[in-house]
């Protein structure tokens, strides 16, 4: 079976994005790949973040990721930070990276914006998301379309590391879906959907309860022409609620547009497909909050397992790039 890896940051609660874009495939792919899912503490410290917040985030992101249907028994899940090889290999990785490739990456450039101080793990961010990847050897890297840029920066530093030291790490592919990929802010369809941007009203929740997602649905822009047309250009907001009712409902947003002459009635069958593509997972969440005493035993299996990859993987390339070695 062919090895998977992908990621998520314990920033904030989890939204549509991070579902349609990521984690509905990573439940997908339990199956049919080897695969292995980090919830990536590390990350989160890139930006301003209370410590006792930080925890509970993390422990509370893996019964997320349980609800959304992640199964320890099918898939390797883990926090990055119990697996000390992610630091050690990005430090490899980050003696490959250049000053100039960190510099285009437009996530950086977006954070960083306008900020006296920026942290420097915010401009290294894409060195270890890189080393996230290629500890586990991995082939397929399923994410949305945002990390596009970043995972092109992994399969750079690779090729670049094998081509200096010798064949030593695996170059991945992504897999970024071809609709839900990049879901956008219902109140700013300009922007994506983020945990980390603050955005009540234009933040469709994983766990919204029914009549919060009709509510945000229903305030959601659009423009003044009034016709339900798919142009992702000129009409990003009403493009952005065909997408979401095409991904709900295994259609395709061109399709689905033809159904609809208002946009009352577009939003009304947006919001319905959400709520019943999102019910499963918020019952499932309820249930597991009764029973999240068992979380710790889960990572901890889960990181026992990823070590044993990302050890393997390590000593590798440590060795590749001349260290020496302990024995
Ligand atoms: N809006 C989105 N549409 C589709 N996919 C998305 N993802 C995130 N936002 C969207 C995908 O979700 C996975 C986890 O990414 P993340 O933890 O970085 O999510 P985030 O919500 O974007 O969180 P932050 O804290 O605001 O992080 P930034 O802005 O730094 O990414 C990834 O596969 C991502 O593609």
């Known amino acids: 079976m062919s090895r998977v890896l992908s990621g998520l940051q314990p920033s904030g609660d989890l939204h549509l994005g991070n579902y349609l874009g990521a984690l509905r495939n990573w439940v997908a792919d339990q199956d049919a790949h080897d695969a292995f899912y980090c919830i990536v503490d590390l990350h989160a410290l890139t930006l301003d973040v209370d410590p006792a917040e930080l925890r509970t985030r993390t422990h ?21 930070g119990h697996v000390a090889e992610h630091a050690r290999l990005a430090w490899l990785l980050e003696c490959t990276a250049t ?51 970043h995972l092109e920066l992994a399969r750079e530093l690779a090729i670049r590391f094998n081509h200096r030291y010798g064949p030593t790490l695996v170059v991945p592919e992504g897999s970024i879906p071809t609709i839900g990929a990049r879901v956008m802010d219902l109140q700013h369809p300009e922007r994506k959907m983020s945990k980390s941007v603050s955005s009540p009203l234009g933040t469709v929740l994983m766990l919204d309860e029914p009549d919060e997602i009709l509510r945000k649905v229903k305030k959601a822009v659009t423009d003044t022409d009034n016709e339900v047309r798919y142009d992702p250009e000129a009409k990003p907001g009403v493009s952005n609620l065909l997408e979401l009712l095409a991904v709900a409902t295994g259609s395709t947003p061109a399709t689905v547009a033809g159904s609809y002459q208002r946009y009352g009635d577009l939003k009304v069958a947006v919001a319905e497909a959400l709520i019943e593509l999102l019910r499963p997972v918020r019952e499932r969440r309820a249930a597991l909050a009764a029973d999240s005493g068992t979380v ?16 393997v993987t390590y000593a590798r390339s440590a060795e590749a790039i001349g260290l020496l070695g302990p024995d």
């Open 60 to 80: 509370d992101t893996a019964l997320d990721l349980l609800a959304a249907g992640l199964d320890p028994d099918r898939c390797t899940l883990f926090v990055q």
């Open 296 to 311: 710790p035993a889960l990572l901890a299996k889960g990181a026992e397992k990823a070590r044993a990859v990302a050890s």
């Open 99 to 149: 000053m100039g490739e960190l510099r285009r990456m437009t996530q950086f450039k977006d954070k960083s914006a306008g900020k006296d101080s920026v942290r420097v793990g915010l401009f290294t961010y894409p060195v270890l998301q890189a080393a996230d990847i290629l500890l586990y050897d991995a082939e397929r890297v399923p994410v949305g379309e945002d990390q596009r840029q």
